[in-house]
């Protein structure tokens, strides 16, 4: 009988380090699963964004580049293919 | 100019993610820090459990706080180094909005962690100290807006609107002197709350 005293009579302080332990484990991961949504949201509207505003088209022999900028204003580059060495350089900006 | 490809962002995506929670998790810490303080909770028990809730809350905040600043050391577009993640000010992008957040950052850290050294500090200099929580997370609020990339989106304000408006009816209630707080409502027909308050007990000994 008395071999079992030290299993049953936690001191209270421990006892409570150790709730606290599991209540912070709990609330760190659903912290972390939480965080996955805003990121996705993020990640999908910056990769629509993206596909949305480059498009290369093909026009009589020309490689055309159209982008978007960020205020919906269209840039059209034409690129001749006798001059496959001048590549459009991208500048890219953050707005997502 | 066309926007980056996100698969260089991740860095950049995560932070946010991060920071996001982080103020969702601080709103929630202050919320009910205010509740329990005010005692707008008075189920038998519960103030214990909700109290262990609290602190964990806010070490996850503080947590998360750490990292939402962290995975921007690791962003190629931002380069903010040390410093500019750790002093107010010192980073170029959005400087003021951005030192706003480095400055509510620190002052959650040394609040939130004031709670492990009041017994070096007092109780009574502590409490003082943990009503300046509520100035962390207006400086929490003003770097989201201002700093954030979706701050002024109408998802972002609506998720900050409905973080606020507990915590401002949480204030109130709070800094309400106890005898607004409990005065029984007269010429409704009600009848007087069952347990006064103790300012209540002393103008009826009074009298």
Same mark, same amino acid.
């Given at each position: ?21 599991? %209540? ?15 990121? %996705?949201?993020?990640?999908? %509207? ?27 204003? %269209? ?22 | ?15 946010? *993610?991060? =920071? ?9 810490? #202050?919320?009910? =820090? ?13 103030? *214990?459990?909700? /109290?262990?809730? $609290?602190?964990?809350?806010?070490? #996850? ?44 950052? !620190?002052? *959650?850290?040394?609040? =939130?962690?004031?709670?492990?050294? /009041?017994? !070096?500090?007092?109780?009574?200099? !502590?409490?003082?100290? $943990? /009503? ?10 003003? $770097? ?10 109408? !998802? ?8 606020? *408006?507990?915590? #401002? ?13 409990? +005065?029984? +409502? ?22």
């Amino acid at each position: 009988m008395t071999d079992d005293a030290p299993l049953t009579s936690t001191p209270p302080r421990a006892r409570r380090r150790s709730s606290l332990l599991r %209540t912070v484990l709990g609330v760190a991961i659903a912290a972390v699963l939480a965080a996955w949504l805003p990121f %996705t949201v993020m990640y999908v %509207t910056a990769l629509e964004r993206r596909t949305a505003a480059v498009a290369v088209t093909w026009k009589s022999g020309h490689a055309v580049l159209t982008t978007k900028t960020s205020g919906g204003q %269209t840039i059209q580059t034409a690129a001749p293919a006798s001059q496959p060495t001048q590549t459009p350089v991208s500048v890219t900006t953050r707005s997502s | 100019m066309t926007p980056a490809d996100p698969t260089h962002q991740l860095f950049w995506f995560a932070s946010r *993610a991060f =920071g996001t929670v982080a103020i969702v998790l601080l709103a929630v810490s #202050v919320a009910l =820090g205010l509740a329990m303080s005010g005692r707008l909770i008075k189920r038998p028990g519960l103030p *214990a459990k909700l /109290r262990r809730f $609290h602190e964990a809350s806010t070490l #996850v905040t503080l947590a998360l706080i750490v990292v939402h600043g962290g995975l921007l050391l690791f962003d190629a577009f931002l380069r903010p180094g040390l410093a500019g993640i750790a002093l107010p000010f010192a980073m170029s992008y959005r400087s003021l909005f951005t030192g706003i957040g480095i400055i509510g950052g !620190w002052l *959650a850290a040394i609040l =939130g962690l004031s709670f492990y050294v /009041r017994r !070096w500090i007092g109780a009574k200099t !502590w409490r003082k100290l $943990h /009503r300046f929580t509520i100035v962390a997370y207006l400086l929490a609020v003003g $770097h989201v807006v201002g700093a954030g990339t979706d701050g002024r989106s109408p !998802w972002m304000l609506a998720l900050l609107a409905g973080l606020t *408006a507990p915590i #401002v009816f949480a204030f109130t209630y709070r800094v309400l002197p106890a005898a607004a707080r409990n +005065r029984p +409502r007269a010429g409704r027909g009600g009848a007087p709350a069952r347990h006064p308050a103790p300012s209540a007990r002393l103008v009826t000994q009074r009298s």
